[in-house]
Nanobody, 127 residues
């Protein structure tokens, strides 16, 4: 099973960009479907973007355009590029993994079955 650690969050002004990273340790990273989620205080986690083991992409509704997911299977890292950020993007951001999950399974169809999550990284966008 993988262990996931997110990084790259922080405080940024409206309109800025951030790139989050999710560094995995463990075996067979390239067999995992991966995804990014965010959570507002008191709310359920919502999917942002997901990627299969072979880099097929899925973006949740409203997430395509400003967010871009990618993976580096050589160094076992998942990325989320976030552009044109606004205060509405202020949240805790998490990565997750599912062994042999397709991209739509991570983000939509089998999210409840994901059992590997990072601890999260906070993104705060100032107005």
């Amino acid at each position: 099973q993988l262990r996931l650690v997110e990084s790259g969050g922080g405080l940024i002004e409206t309109g800025g960009s951030l790139r989050l990273a999710c560094t995995a340790s463990g075996e067979n990273f390239d067999y995992y479907g991966m995804g990014w989620f965010r959570q507002y205080p008191g709310k359920q986690r919502e999917a942002i973007a997901c990627i299969s083991w072979n880099s097929r992409l899925y973006y949740a509704s409203g997430m395509r355009g400003r967010f871009s997911v990618s993976r580096d299977n050589t160094n076992d890292i998942l990325y989320l590029q976030m552009n044109n950020l606004s205060p509405a993007d202020t949240a805790m951001y998490y990565c997750a993994a599912g062994f042999r999950f397709h991209e739509h399974e991570v983000c939509r169809d089998r999210t409840a079955d994901l059992d590997t999550w990072g601890q999260g990284t906070q993104v705060t966008v100032s107005s």
